[in-house]
């Protein structure tokens, strides 16, 4: 009897994984600065913890989504306990490893910021 090949990640299921790599470090980024800044007087303080806490939380709107992608498409997510930026994920048969360059995760990380602060302007704006 033939044995049913594993069919491979698609590029929404990578992308998936990927975002439930990068976003928690994401979240932890900012919430460490909004605790900084929580410890600080300054005239803007409060606007800057405003707008930390609503980086949060479209951060985090972001990963439970992408869990739920995940859990949709019954992908299961193994993290590295030494290493934050690797996992291993399991579906349909198939066993994957993603593992993210720190250079490579800084440069992410520091590209979706951008574009969620741009979007946190754009709202402020109007």
Same mark, same amino acid.
């Given at each position: 009897?033939?044995?049913?090949?594993?069919?491979?990640?698609?590029?929404?299921?990578?992308?998936?994984?990927?975002?439930?790599?990068?976003?928690?470090?994401?979240? =932890?980024?900012?919430? &460490?600065?909004?605790?900084?800044?929580?410890?600080?007087? +300054?005239?803007?303080?409060? #606007?800057?913890?405003? !707008?930390?806490?609503?980086?949060?939380?479209?951060?985090?709107?972001?990963?439970?989504?992408?869990?739920?992608?995940?859990?949709?498409?019954?992908?299961?997510?193994?993290?590295?306990? =030494?290493?934050?930026? &690797?996992?291993?994920?399991?579906?349909?048969?198939?066993? +994957?490893?993603?593992?993210? #360059?720190?250079?490579? !995760?800084?440069?992410?990380?520091?590209?979706?910021?951008?574009?969620?602060?741009?979007?946190?302007?754009?709202?402020?704006?109007?």
């Amino acid at each position: 009897m033939a044995q049913l090949s594993p069919t491979l990640p698609t590029e929404d299921e990578i992308i998936a994984v990927k975002n439930a790599i990068l976003l928690p470090l994401m979240m =932890e980024m900012c919430d &460490r600065s909004c605790k900084e800044l929580e410890q600080g007087k +300054g005239l803007f303080n409060k #606007l800057h913890i405003a !707008a930390a806490r609503s980086l949060i939380d479209a951060i985090h709107d972001d990963l439970v989504a992408s869990k739920k992608f995940l859990f949709s498409r019954k992908i299961k997510m193994y993290p590295d306990p =030494e290493n934050k930026l &690797r996992c291993e994920y399991r579906f349909r048969g198939y066993v +994957g490893e993603m593992a993210l #360059l720190r250079d490579v !995760a800084k440069a992410e990380i520091a590209v979706r910021l951008g574009e969620y602060i741009k979007d946190i302007g754009a709202k402020l704006e109007g």
